[in-house]
Nanobody, 123 residues
Framework: QVQLVESGGGLAQAGGSLRLSCAASGGTFSGYAMGWFRQAPGKEREFVTYINWNSINKDYSDSVKGRFTISRDNTKNTVYLQMNILKPEDTAVYYC????????????????WGQGTQVTVSS
C-alpha cells in the first residue's frame, strides 16, 4: 500500500551535480522524518542525511557536508537530495527512508524504504 519511488539517479562526471527525488504514495507523511542512505560496492549501507518534519533539524555525514543538500515538500510527500561537486567516492546505490521517529533513522533503520537508485560518478 505504501510505496516510495525514487528517481534522478544516473551518470555524472566528477564535479557535476545530480538531484534525487523520493515520492511516497499510499498515505500522508508530513509528520515523518525523512533521510537518505547509500551503499557502495563492497561496503555496508551508510547514513548520508536526514531532515525532520518541519525542516528545522537536519544533519549530514562528514563525507557529504557542504556538497549535498536535503529538502522536502510536505504537500507532495517528497524528499529531495541535491548533490553538488560530485566525487567518484559518491558512487553508490542511494536509498530514501521515511520514519515516524527521527531516532529510527539515526539508528540506521526506517519504517519505509525506497527501491534504490544508482548514482555513478566518473573521474
Amino acid at each position: 500500500q505504501v510505496q516510495l519511488v525514487e528517481s534522478g539517479g544516473g551518470l555524472a562526471q566528477a564535479g557535476g551535480s545530480l538531484r534525487l527525488s523520493c515520492a511516497a504514495s499510499g498515505g500522508t507523511f508530513s509528520g515523518y522524518a525523512m533521510g537518505w542512505f547509500r551503499q557502495a560496492p563492497g561496503k555496508e549501507r551508510e547514513f548520508v542525511t536526514y531532515i525532520n518534519w518541519n525542516s528545522i533539524n537536519k544533519d549530514y555525514s562528514d563525507s557529504v557536508k557542504g556538497r549535498f543538500t536535503i529538502s522536502r515538500d510536505n504537500t507532495k510527500n517528497t524528499v529531495y537530495l541535491q548533490m553538488n561537486i560530485l566525487k567518484p567516492e559518491d558512487t553508490a546505490v542511494y536509498y530514501c527512508a521515511f520514519a515516524r521517529s527521527l531516532l529510527t533513522l539515526v539508528r540506521g533503520s526506517a519504517d519505509y524504504w525506497g527501491q534504490g537508485t544508482q548514482v555513478t560518478v566518473s573521474s
